[in-house]
């Protein structure tokens, strides 16, 4: 029996995964300051607010690729210039959302495995949650990667889930929660059930596409948990 035990490890507690910017954290201040500085330097048209938010989210080539009009060498050489500036100011204004420390507390304190997905660099992920004292709570924090191993937020959710499985076993249940298209649709890639969090930069188009939507961090923990039950409720709009 105790080999085939080994042979067949108990499933891991349940796992949530979180993407950082925009539903963790409120670091859009910061994240738009760095893209207008790069577009001054590049001596580009900077645009306004409303298209630069479109900018976070996705790895930040993708994005100078998609909707700056830049070829791939453009974009590789805007993503240079704002990494750079990036370091220098990634702390800058950064704050957690009310009520997301309760619910992550609240979460680990039930059992929860909790992981980080983000396409911010990994380097930046790690010193925001150190120095905003959250480190400890997570099992796994996935960034991107600039060699193109992690170069959507399908891999990075991948290598998370592969992670976290390779320390124990694979867990009996995931969910993963973010504000934009790429959270939701790279869930859906790695056959993981999808949260929303309507308090970040995404769009309520972007929101329809997971299975459910939580319109404040307060209402998220009972979201999540619900979801990591056996009986799953999908399509819910929490608000």
């Known amino acids: 029996m105790a080999e085939q035990r080994a042979m ?3 499933p891991a507690p349940p796992l949530a995964i979180f993407d950082l910017d925009g539903t963790l954290i409120d670091s859009g201040a910061n994240i738009l300051a760095g893209l207008r500085a790069t577009f001054a330097e590049l001596g580009l048209p900077v645009p306004g607010d409303t298209e630069l938010v479109h900018y976070i989210g996705p790895p930040v080539w993708q994005s100078f690729l998609a909707r700056a009009g ?3 060498a453009g974009a590789d050489a805007a993503a240079l210039i704002y990494g750079r500036i990036s370091n220098e100011h990634f702390r800058d204004g950064v704050t957690v959302y009310p009520g ?3 619910c992550l507390h609240s979460l680990a304190e039930q059992g929860v495995q909790l992981a ?6 990994e380097h930046q ?3 925001l949650l150190d120095e905003l004292d959250l480190r400890a709570l997570f099992t796994v924090v996935v960034g991107y ?3 193109g191993a992690r170069d959507s937020k399908a891999m990075i959710i991948r290598d998370v889930l592969d992670r976290v499985t390779a320390a124990s076993a694979a867990p009996r249940s995931v969910v993963m929660v973010g504000d934009r298209e790429h959270d939701i649709t790279g869930a859906d890639a790695n056959g993981v059930t999808s949260v929303w969090a309507g308090w970040g930069y995404g769009s309520p188009a972007e929101g329809a596409l997971a299975m459910s939507r939580v319109t404040r961090p307060d209402l998220l923990t009972t979201t999540v948990v619900d979801l990591l039950a056996p009986q799953k409720t999908e399509g819910v709009t929490v608000d």
């Open 116 to 121: 980080i997905a983000t396409s911010k660099p």
């Open 70 to 72: 830049l070829d791939r």
């Open 8 to 10: 067949h490890p108990e």
């Open 125 to 127: 992920a790690l010193a």
């Open 100 to 102: 997301i420390r309760e």
């Open 145 to 147: 990667l600039p060699t």
